[in-house]
């Protein structure tokens, strides 16, 4: 369902050269979640930039349901759905019109969109508030609704990047929930974090992201056997020791 093959981004800086991302290649099934670990700085949200199309990558390419980025950037976009820690509502919206309008940025017909509104709103319980203000929101409400958003068009592919960042435990234990729901209807869902103790109980394989470079990648078996170590916090430690 996703493809990352040998992507590559440097940045010039005024007195050298950095290596954002180096020679990174993976895939993710549908159904399947992959944690894209690391500390920050680790190359995380360069690489998803790239997946996006928002990021030009020096080499490589990413392929999305068959289509790759550098072909048709718009197809690519279709394809993917991306949750952040920014929710990014627009205040003076109601959070129906704010999905209606997302909706129809995508091209979905207006009334697919209407009954998909009502169907993720049951969901993740916003039908209390859909016609109310974006900008009256609770935080936690506002979480939920940008996670609505990101499946308003129906993607194969989604992209969270560090989705617990600044939550509460209830709002963390929304965003556990949401990734089960990606993986029961069978989308392919990346998670970039560095919250490590959370990836180990949200993903299916992993990435361990390291300046750029891919160190360790596998199933939590797999990484085990590679490194010695039983949780992922010991893996980057010894890794950011090698590395030093």
């Known amino acids: 369902m996703l493809t990352v093959q040998s992507l ?22 549908p159904g399947e979640v992959y944690g894209l670990l690391g500390p920050n700085g680790a190359g995380k949200t360069t690489t998803l930039r790239m997946v996006l199309g928002l990021l030009e990558p020096d080499a490589g390419f990413a392929e999305v349901d ?6 048709d950037p718009i197809g690519v976009k279709s394809r993917l759905g991306f949750v952040s820690a920014s929710d990014g509502v627009y205040p003076w919206l109601s959070v129906r019109e704010m999905l209606l309008y997302f909706g129809d940025l995508y091209g979905v017909a207006p009334s697919v969109a209407a009954q998909r509104c009502e169907d993720l709103a049951t969901l993740m319980g ?10 009256t929101l609770s935080t936690g409400q506002r979480q939920r609704v940008t996670l ?14 560090e989705p617990t960042r600044g939550l509460d435990v209830v709002g963390v234990q929304t965003i556990f929930d949401y990734i089960k729901h990606l993986r029961d209807v069978g989308k392919a869902v990346i998670v ?12 299916d394989r992993f990435g361990l992201l390291h300046r750029g470079k891919l160190q360790h990648a596998g199933t939590m078996t797999d990484l085990k056997e590679a490194t010695g170590r039983e949780h992922l916090v010991e893996m980057f430690v010894d890794l950011m020791k090698e590395n030093a």
Do not use: N, W, Y
Not at 9 to 26: H, I, M, P, Q
């Open 126 to 135: 916003i039908e209390p508030f859909l016609d109310r203000r974006a900008g």
């Open 66 to 71: 068959g289509v790759r980025t550098e072909s």
């Open 8 to 29: 590559t981004k440097t940045f010039s800086t005024d007195d050298a050269e950095v290596r954002a991302v180096d020679d990174l290649s993976f895939q993710v099934q």
């Open 192 to 203: 970039c974090t560095h919250r490590l103790d959370e990836a180990q109980r949200l993903c």
């Open 148 to 161: 609505v958003r990101g499946l308003i068009h129906d993607p194969p592919v989604m992209l969270l990047d």
